[in-house]
């Protein structure tokens, strides 16, 4: 799931409040109300994307935008950020949770081991990598760019404005990985010749130059769109057209041509090639990222173990499936089946079919909202084929949830089943359903909107990773449904094949970067699993440049596995996967400390209840 990088700077700090309320018998949910609702104020007011992707009309929120620009990396920023955090997690400790409302007191938790995490990664700022080959800056941005919805004249003013504030921003950018340089931090030389030349296929010049850029294409289709609905002129429209060819040519390509030239400068000065545990404290930073990205309670011994575990377990439910598929057709599985002759292609209609079986296990969107849910899917655009996930959901903003955009990577996404598990995990009951579902959820609370700006990629890829494997009894039960046992087999074998893929990644990523495995080591891992050798040192390189990435969605999954099984135990008999499901998406987006802890109160106040 797309959501905006808050890489530079970090949240701006916000007024002070008078310490002595802090003390006071009773105020302590009117100041907690007053301090979180002025951090997401002030958190949103000079960050203009940010806030465009968070809610659609801010004014309603009692935000006024102070700065159409991008926030511009700068020492100072970055450690008024940090001292900010500090600062906040002081006075919010100060506050006693036991006088909150529930929802209040988990806001307040998760605010807590939120800013203590983030505290924690301090002393590993030189350690983040904004501009990955994989997953960059450099090729985040356009995406951005290129999905910034275009409600009102006011919009596009802030978007060509945003435009023009590229320059600084990528040069921020640059500076930072001076500051990396100096530190020996620096990527590889082939790493940095491999961002140069993304920065130049990306803004394209001759593209630029005859009018036929994504960044040109995009902005003129959502013009048209504003001037068919009469809120913009033929004369305005011809204007803002001219701007932005203006901004692209004269402002974004020079500056994406310098970030490749500093660059090129900066090329050879770093001083490692493999893991990060090559690195000074590259082993802490990594397992402070895994518990940034997972939220998991579990330890990087923890972690691999469980990984491991799994791994056999799975594999053996793996050979078994074969054999059953063998005894059934006389042959060995034959995935190519399930891309040939499946039964849906049509992307809104493989929705519709998961929308429909998800029924019965999931609480229905209708009991939260009269209005229905639109989805737009589109493909991405071939320039950045290269540089995007096989799909990715849009993240609407919160006050603006019917109006929802999945995005498919054709190159890398084909037709059959794997189409249609990846739009369970775009789509329902995936990310789109997940997000509307608990944001809506959340504004029928009235629950305080600063967990927008929380981040648990553990919980929102591991449920995305969940509903995607429930989809692959789906996709079963409509093969089987078509009197094809064989086909039903082999999708539930297409499954656990996935199932040990991202497994194996994840154990590839955990040694790679904390255990001290070599390149060799990963290669021969991989080529052992039937991997071809390109495709294995692809694998590797991305492991490599993107740590952690496999975990996100792995462990959360396990993790959500394990909160489930949890569940089980605790209500018994009155456990059903509606009612679990109900439970993880009314809590929210958390970390899962939290989210057990969410759990085992639920029991006890239950129990309370009971007597």
């Given at each position: 799931?797309k ?11 916000v007024?002070l ?5 802090f003390v ?7 100041f ?19 806030l ?5 009309d ?12 991008l ?14 955090a ?10 006693n949770?036991?006088?909150l409302?529930d929802?209040?007191?988990y806001?307040?938790?998760?605010l ?9 990664g ?20 356009p ?36 500051e ?8 590889t030389?082939a790493?940095a ?7 130049d ?25 504003l ?41 050879g000065?770093g ?22 990205t997972?939220?998991?309670m579990?330890d ?5 173990t469980?990984?491991?575990?799994t ?8 050979k ?16 190519s089946?399930l ?14 079919d ?23 899917i589109?493909?991405?655009d ?9 799909a ?8 603006d ?11 890398s ?12 995990h ?14 809506l959820?959340?504004s ?59 497994n194996?990644?994840?154990l ?11 390149r ?14 390109e ?6 390189h ?17 993790e959500?596995?394990?909160?489930k ?18 439970f ?8 899962f ?19």
């Amino acid at each position: 799931m797309k959501k905006i990088k808050r890489f530079l700077p970090g949240l701006l700090a916000v007024p002070l409040l008078l310490s002595i309320v802090f003390v006071c018998h009773g105020f302590d949910s009117f100041f907690f109300h007053r301090m979180t609702n002025a951090y997401f104020t002030r958190s949103l007011e000079n960050d203009a994307l940010t806030l465009h992707f968070t809610l659609a009309d801010p004014e309603s929120y009692g935000i006024a935008l102070k700065n159409a620009a991008l926030p511009v990396y700068s020492k100072e920023a970055s450690l008024a950020s940090a001292e900010f955090a500090q600062d906040f997690l002081d006075r919010l400790l100060r506050i006693n949770p036991d006088r909150l409302k529930d929802q209040d007191r988990y806001t307040y938790d998760l605010l807590c081991s939120f800013l203590e995490c983030r505290i924690a990664g301090e002393e590993f700022a030189c350690y983040e990598e904004p501009l990955s080959p994989s997953s960059g800056m450099q090729s985040e941005l356009p995406i951005l760019f290129a999905e910034y919805t275009l409600r009102s004249r006011e919009d596009v003013d802030t978007y060509l404005s945003l435009l023009e504030s590229v320059p600084p921003y990528l040069q921020g950018l640059a500076d930072f990985e001076a500051e990396k340089a100096q530190a020996g931090l620096f990527m590889t030389a082939a790493d940095a010749q491999n961002v140069i030349s993304q920065c130049d296929r990306i803004m394209d010049e001759t593209a630029l130059h005859a009018g036929s850029h994504f960044l040109q294409v995009t902005f003129a289709n959502r013009l048209e769109a504003l001037y068919d609905e009469k809120l913009l002129s033929a004369e305005e429209k011809a204007f803002y057209l001219t701007e932005n060819d203006r901004i692209l040519t004269t402002a974004v390509l020079p500056a994406y041509q310098k970030l490749g030239d500093d660059m090129l400068l900066l090329s050879g000065t770093g001083q490692y090639d493999g893991g990060l545990w090559e690195t000074p404290k590259g082993r802490e930073y990594y397992a402070w990222l895994v518990d940034r990205t997972t939220g998991s309670m579990l330890d990087m011994d923890g972690i691999y173990t469980i990984l491991q575990k799994t791994f056999q377990k799975k594999f053996a439910e793996f050979k078994a499936l074969c054999n059953r598929y063998r005894e059934l057709t006389g042959n060995a599985p034959d995935f190519s089946l399930l891309s040939e002759g499946f039964p849906l292609s049509d992307p809104t209609a493989i929705l519709s079919d998961l929308q429909s079986r998800m029924e019965e296990d999931f609480p229905s969107l209708a009991a939260l909202s009269s209005e229905s849910i639109s989805c737009t899917i589109k493909d991405v655009d071939a320039a950045l084929e290269l540089y995007t996930s096989p799909a990715f959901y849009m993240t609407p903003p919160i006050d603006d949830l019917y109006h929802n955009t999945i995005c498919l990577n054709r190159a890398s996404t084909s037709d059959g089943l794997e189409l249609y598990t990846t739009l369970a995990h775009e789509g329902y009951p995936g990310h789109l359903y997940q997000t509307v579902y608990s944001s809506l959820y959340a504004s029928a609370q009235k629950e305080l909107p600063i967990r927008e700006l929380l981040s648990y990629g553990g919980y929102v890829e591991g449920w995305a990773y969940y509903t995607e494997q429930l989809s692959y009894d789906y996709a079963a039960d409509l093969l089987g449904s078509a009197d094809s046992r064989s086909a039903a087999i082999l999708c539930c074998l297409a499954s656990v094949q996935r199932d040990l893929q991202i497994n194996l990644f994840s154990l590839l990523d955990v040694s790679l970067h904390y255990y001290g495995a070599s390149r060799e080591d990963i290669l021969r891992s991989l080529t052992s699993f039937g991997l071809p050798e390109e495709s294995a040192e692809r694998i590797y390189h991305y492991l490599r440049t993107a740590p952690a990435t496999y975990l996100k969605y792995y462990v959360g999954y396990l993790e959500m596995t394990a909160l489930k099984n949890r569940a089980k135990q605790q209500w018994g008999e009155d456990f059903t996967p509606l009612r679990f499901h109900r439970f993880v998406l009314e809590a929210g987006p958390s970390d899962f400390t939290n989210l057990t802890k969410r759990l085992k109160e639920g029991h006890i106040s239950e129990r309370r209840m009971a007597s």
